[in-house]
């Protein structure tokens, strides 16, 4: 199991976080970025962002909650991400996919708890990761949508016949990893690990799980 880390919610700084997370063992550093319209309230300021992710030693796992991302895609892709993933809701053809992929960046596609998994079958071919949110986005800390299991059950038979990683994001612990890791390559995991007393400790836990 791959395990991405979320800053969303912790006790520290956002740089006193990035520069914890680099010295643990997780695979990405996950950075959750809202219009305030999509998902959330805004977070979303060019230079600051820009500058604490320059801090971050490992490869990121960019999630777009936002109508309209294409400014920022450009804005960020400065970065070299490993993926930038944007919602499913909001596409109306591969325009956006196609975005991302013209820098050289994986593209996934989030997928919403209340939307149907036959959304993602138009672009399965073109993408590279599928996220499930496993709570509502836009808040740190909500509990794991049980109901996200049979999901990634099913969004998993989809790997027969595409190539993508398949993700998982939100009330994301030592104990609801457990339910979905027969069915996820990666998940992704906020409060479970920045608010332990040791980051490393959560990580090695997760990444057990497969």
Not at 12 to 22: A, F, G, M, P, R
Not at 65 to 72: I, K, L, R, T, Y
Not at 76 to 102: F, G, H, M, W
Not at 169 to 183: F, K, M, Q, R, W
């Amino acid at each position: 199991m791959k395990v991405s880390v979320s800053y969303l919610k912790s006790p520290y700084s956002v740089i006193e976080t990035i520069l914890k997370i680099n010295e643990t063992s997780c695979d990405y550093l996950h950075v959750d970025l809202m219009d305030g319209v999509f998902a959330g309230t805004n977070n979303y300021d060019q230079e600051r962002v820009l500058n604490e992710l320059k801090l971050s030693m490992k490869s990121l796992d960019i999630h777009l909650m936002m109508v309209e991302p294409a400014p920022v895609i450009q804005a960020l892709a400065v970065l070299n991400p490993y993926c930038i993933t944007i919602p499913v809701e909001i596409l109306q053809d591969d325009y956006l996919i196609r975005l991302i992929k013209s820098y050289g960046i994986k593209c996934g596609l989030a997928i919403n708890p209340d939307t149907p998994i036959e959304s993602l079958s138009p672009f399965l071919k073109e993408i590279d990761l599928v996220l499930l949110m496993s709570v509502y986005p836009g808040l740190g800390g909500q509990k794991f949508l049980e109901s996200s299991i049979s999901k990634a059950k099913k969004i998993k038979e989809f790997q027969k016949t595409n190539s993508f990683v398949l993700a998982i994001d939100g009330g994301i612990n030592a104990e609801t990893v457990s339910l979905v890791g027969d069915y996820v390559d990666q998940c992704v995991s906020g409060s479970y690990v920045c608010m332990a007393d040791s980051m490393e400790k959560q990580i090695e836990t997760l990444k057990k799980t497969s």
